[in-house]
């Protein structure tokens, strides 16, 4: 599944870096290698370098996890190209896709269903003034259909 991820990122428009150990490489055809090296060499894949800098650490192989500072958001262009980024990775995997903090995979801010083309902005709110004190809740804020 990644080789098919990492084959439609080289053929795509998307911007992107690959280095090994902070050096330039080629992308490798095959993800497989890069696990079976990776207590010796530090793998990091940025797409979108100069604008998003989404970048994956090839930490497990049986999950796709790339890192983003929220501080490339920086307004409505930034926010959606990361949209169309985060579609663009369900569709290739016909996968569903969130963006979560570090972490809280249950508490996703972003979630994109390929079976239903849908990107679906999520909210984190928090209950206060003693309602539920520290309960939190994901409450639907938005919907994107797409064609």
Not at 114 to 129: E, G, I, N, V
Request: glycine share 4%; net charge positive.
């Amino acid at each position: 599944m990644l080789d098919t991820a990492l084959a439609r990122l080289g053929a795509s428009r998307w911007p992107f870096s690959f280095t090994l150990d902070d050096q330039p490489a080629a992308l490798p055809d095959q993800v497989a290698g890069l696990f079976a090296r990776r207590a010796t060499t530090s793998p990091q894949l940025v797409v979108d370098p100069t604008a998003l800098s989404v970048a994956c650490h090839f930490f497990v192989l049986c999950e796709i996890e790339f890192d983003l500072d929220p501080r490339a958001l920086t307004g409505a262009p930034a926010f959606g190209r990361l949209r169309a980024f985060i579609r663009a990775v369900g569709r290739i995997l016909q996968k569903p896709v969130i963006l979560a903090p570090e972490n809280l995979p249950a508490r996703p801010w972003l979630r994109f269903d390929p079976a239903k083309a849908a990107l679906d902005l999520l909210l984190l709110a928090h209950l206060s003034r003693g309602r539920r004190s520290g309960a939190e809740r994901v409450a639907p804020l938005s919907h994107f259909p797409f064609p």
